[in-house]
């Protein structure tokens, strides 16, 4: 399929979407899912709780997609949509501060773990992956939202409504920590 | 490592980061199967609760008007009959000076335009009010 012919569905799928076509909602879900259910993992929200948040950003996803005016990218959108229903959510259940607490007790076993393991791809990604879990959450967002999304500074500050520079001090910190963490790694 | 002004360009020059945007970007998320299916039923009940919604509501404006138009009407007889009579005259008197428009206006086109327009106008809000939300 030629860059143009996308470029159009694209378009036309938008439109269809900001109308409020079920359909086109749907395929946005379908799209979007797996980003909403990591940003919520990344939050710290718990396995069985994570649907019920996912849900509920789609809720409102779907009630405020009239309002998108396309100043953002739409993924860009649904990240700020979802980590303040996650946001939300942790403070309801008394959880904020988990946002800015690192995990220290599962780190050291992990640490056995990595010394003995020879490592392939995957297990690689695990490892890393397990490593940015236990970051503080705030630290992981920004890293996750950074090197995994790929989304600029700016961006990531209108997601987690902080200045660009509280995200710079967040990747700095996230980036030496694991750096430490993942010393036997790479 | 200063994050201004960062572009995957200056992430790709060092290894460390090249090796945390891989594995971070190689790991997939687990979401049940059929999350969109179930999504989207949840959109449409949403939607038809919110049109059940309206419908009671509607429904629940004529019911209180009826009332309200009702209790006004026996206020009014009970304790002001006069205003009342007059009312009854000021309706007479209305639709006599209407006639004789109508009459003066030689039953002119326009007038026949406005009154259709204003009882269809009626009809339909009734009607409406009434089944409107089958044809919706």
Same mark, same amino acid.
């Given at each position: 399929?030629?860059?143009?012919?996308?470029?159009?569905?694209?378009?036309?799928?938008?439109?269809?979407?900001?109308?409020?076509?079920?359909?086109?909602? &749907?395929?946005?879900?379908?799209?979007?899912?797996?980003?909403?259910?990591? /940003? /919520?993992?990344?939050?710290?929200?718990?396995?069985?709780?994570? *649907?019920?948040?996912?849900?509920?950003?789609?809720? &409102?996803?779907?009630?405020?997609?009239?309002?998108?005016?396309?100043?953002?990218?739409?993924?860009?959108?649904?990240?700020?949509?979802?980590?303040?229903?996650?946001?939300?959510?942790?403070?309801?259940?008394?959880?904020?501060?988990?946002?800015?607490?690192?995990?220290?007790?599962?780190?050291?076993?992990?640490?056995?773990?990595?010394?003995? &393991?020879?490592?392939?791809?995957?297990?690689?990604?695990?490892?890393?992956?397990?490593?940015?879990?236990?970051?503080?959450?705030?630290?992981?967002? &920004?890293?996750?939202?950074?090197?995994?999304?790929?989304?600029?500074?700016?961006?990531?500050?209108?997601?987690?409504?902080?200045?660009?520079?509280?995200?710079?001090?967040?990747?700095?910190?996230?980036?030496?920590?694991?750096? *430490?963490?993942?010393?036997?790694?790479? | 490592? @200063?994050?201004?002004?960062?572009?995957?360009?200056?992430?790709?020059?060092?290894?460390?980061?090249?090796?945390?945007?891989?594995?971070?970007?190689?790991?997939?998320?687990?979401?049940?199967?059929?999350?969109?299916?179930?999504?989207?039923?949840?959109?449409?009940?949403?939607?038809?609760?919110?049109?059940?919604?309206?419908?009671?509501?509607?429904?629940?404006?004529?019911?209180?008007?009826?009332?309200?138009?009702?209790?006004?009407?026996?206020?009014?007889?009970?304790?002001?009959?006069?205003?009342?009579?007059?009312?009854?005259?000021?309706?007479?008197?209305?639709?006599?000076?209407?006639?004789?428009?109508?009459?003066?206006?030689?039953?002119?086109?326009? @007038?026949?335009?406005?009154?259709?327009?204003?009882?269809?106008?009626?009809?339909?809000?009734?009607?409406?009010?009434?089944?409107?939300?089958?044809?919706?």
């Amino acid at each position: 399929m030629s860059g143009d012919v996308r470029k159009k569905q694209n378009k036309r799928w938008l439109e269809e979407l900001l109308a409020g076509d079920h359909e086109a909602f &749907a395929r946005f879900v379908d799209k979007y899912k797996e980003m909403v259910f990591l /940003c /919520c993992r990344t939050m710290g929200i718990r396995d069985y709780e994570i *649907e019920d948040v996912a849900s509920e950003t789609f809720m &409102a996803a779907y009630k405020g997609i009239r309002r998108y005016r396309g100043q953002a990218e739409l993924s860009t959108w649904l990240w700020t949509i979802t980590y303040r229903k996650g946001i939300d959510y942790l403070r309801k259940s008394g959880r904020e501060n988990q946002l800015f607490v690192e995990q220290d007790e599962k780190l050291a076993e992990r640490r056995n773990v990595q010394v003995s &393991a020879e490592l392939e791809n995957k297990e690689q990604a695990d490892i890393v992956w397990e490593a940015v879990g236990r970051l503080p959450k705030l630290w992981a967002m &920004a890293t996750v939202l950074f090197y995994r999304e790929e989304k600029k500074v700016k961006e990531i500050a209108k997601i987690m409504r902080v200045s660009q520079n509280t995200v710079k001090t967040y990747l700095f910190r996230s980036r030496k920590r694991l750096q *430490e963490l993942l010393a036997d790694v790479v | 490592m @200063l994050f201004e002004s960062i572009s995957m360009s200056v992430i790709k020059k060092d290894k460390f980061n090249i090796m945390l945007s891989h594995a971070l970007q190689e790991h997939s998320e687990p979401v049940p199967a059929d999350f969109t299916d179930r999504m989207s039923r949840r959109i449409r009940e949403a939607e038809e609760q919110k049109v059940l919604a309206r419908v009671v509501m509607q429904e629940r404006l004529a019911l209180a008007g009826c009332i309200v138009l009702g209790i006004m009407i026996v206020f009014s007889v009970a304790f002001f009959p006069s205003v009342v009579a007059n009312f009854k005259e000021l309706v007479e008197t209305s639709i006599r000076q209407a006639t004789q428009t109508i009459n003066t206006i030689q039953y002119g086109l326009y @007038l026949y335009a406005v009154f259709t327009g204003i009882f269809g106008f009626a009809v339909y809000g009734f009607v409406d009010l009434l089944v409107g939300d089958r044809w919706r």
